[in-house]
């Protein structure tokens, strides 16, 4: 099986590689960009650990072909901080709000609250929860995930972060 | 969970896409989304030659009114559907029954052709389809056919599809104005295929249910239309017994599998409860 060249934008980089048509985006970007933020949980298209962001989707990239996103603009974790290095408001949410205990889930979290919020800016609780529906946390921390997104849009639309009264 | 090796294509029009499969045969599959193809093929429980990936004919892409009707391209995904105003004013039922479709990165992903033409019983769309009425754009080395969706399922991933031709749109009739609409989904969890589902769609007049129509999913080997459940509701104000009567109608054409999401009996009495459930809502929302 003949290799293929594939080209592709990876957060704000143009990067090339020849790949077998078999290889999964996401060992293309572990492997091979040694972009090794991006995790493999159960390499079985439920956890959400691999996500990316593909011409402005979030995808589980254990589930697409490297050469299917030949000619696309990714995103992954490494990518996500400010532009001068700081947090953004999301890695911010989630260190203040305690949104992570093992780490693993957190990439895949982040990278998908990234285009959750770009969708929607000011999502209630129920829609986060929908949203991010794709993503396992198997320490089961979802509230302070939750809570971390809700920081992050706050401080993304200029306001402080509240919490409702208990 | 690395898939066995193929070739890959990225034909850029339907025409180049039917070449392909007609002249790589057997052992080339179609890609849509991908998310019901390469999970397989990462169990290696599928392991085609060739891929021919249809991302790239933008021609297959987007919704369209086309007078009482509304057009979707075969390689739409469930998340345009959901961003799609058009669906969310003329077809509610296949807003609400797409944001049920596994989750959010799937629904990215996943397309309304792979949906309803892969033939697997746990989809959603199919049994929805069904229930619309609606018709299915096969293009293939003889031409284009149109084929019914209640004439397309023959048997688990059994369709109507021939060697070489591929489901290249999906046309709904739009519904009556002030249709009742609703689709029930019991699932053990996000992304889990359903349990059992129904989806129901009718029309009230003077109170009394004028027209309806039931499908099943996941509730047999093929998506089903509970015709006999239907017409049991037919002039009745779904009052507690008429809707005892339609869903021991809609069990007894049930032949679910026993698996991990329970046992026969089980599904087909959740399945009965589907039917109640979506006939009340459906109702509630008619006007």
């Known amino acids: 099986m003949a290799k293929i060249h594939v080209t592709m934008k990876v957060n704000g980089a143009e990067v090339e590689g020849l790949v077998e048509p078999r290889t999964l985006l996401v060992h293309f970007l572990r492997e091979t960009l040694l972009l090794t933020g991006t995790h493999i949980g159960c390499e079985t298209t439920h956890c959400g650990a691999c996500t990316v962001d593909l011409d402005g989707a979030s995808v589980k990239s254990c589930t697409v072909f490297a050469v299917q996103a030949n000619g696309a603009e990714i995103a992954t974790i490494e990518s996500m901080a400010n532009p001068d290095g700081t947090l953004s408001a999301l890695q911010e949410g989630f260190r203040m709000m305690h949104g992570l205990q093992c780490g693993y889930c957190t990439p895949g979290m982040i990278v998908r609250a990234h285009r959750l919020l770009k969708e929607n800016p000011n999502p209630d609780e129920a829609e986060i929860r929908f949203g991010i529906s794709g993503n396992l946390c198997r320490c089961t921390g979802y509230q302070n995930i939750v809570r971390a997104i809700q920081y992050a849009a706050a401080k993304i639309n200029g306001a402080q972060f509240k919490e409702a009264a208990e | ?287």
């Open chain 2, 1 to 287: 969970m690395i898939p066995g090796p193929f070739n890959y294509h990225r034909p850029a029009t339907v025409a180049e896409a039917a070449k392909l499969l007609s002249s790589l045969g057997d052992e080339a599959r179609l890609l849509a989304g991908g998310h019901s193809l390469i999970p397989m093929m990462k169990l290696r429980l599928a392991t085609p030659e060739h891929l021919v990936d249809l991302q790239g004919i933008d021609a297959l892409r987007g919704v369209r009114r086309e007078g009482d009707r509304i057009v979707i391209g075969a390689m739409t995904t469930q998340h345009a559907l959901l961003a799609s105003a058009e669906i969310a004013k003329a077809l509610p039922i296949l807003h609400e029954t797409a944001r049920q479709i596994a989750d959010p990165q799937v629904r990215y992903r996943g397309t309304v052709g792979g949906n309803v033409a892969n033939g697997d019983p746990g989809n959603d769309l199919p049994a929805l389809m069904m229930v619309l009425g609606a018709t299915y754009r096969l293009e293939g080395p003889a031409g284009a056919r149109d084929v019914v969706a209640a004439e397309f399922y023959q048997g688990a991933y059994f369709t109507a599809l021939e060697p070489g031709e591929i489901l290249t749109s999906v046309s709904v009739p739009v519904p009556a104005v002030g249709h009742g609409h609703a689709y029930e989904k019991l699932k053990r969890k996000i992304g889990d295929y359903a349990t059992a589902a129904a989806a129901v769609v009718l029309t009230l007049a003077n109170g009394k249910v004028a027209s309806c129509s039931i499908g099943l999913t996941n509730l047999a080997e093929t998506p089903l239309l509970a015709e006999d459940a239907a017409r049991a509701v037919i002039g009745t104000e779904l009052d507690e017994a008429t809707l005892n009567k339609a869903a021991a109608a809609a069990r007894a054409i049930m032949s679910p599998a026993a698996d991990a999401r329970g046992p026969i009996e089980y599904r087909k009495h959740v399945g009965g409860v589907m039917v109640m459930r979506a006939l009340q809502r459906a109702a509630a929302c008619a006007s």
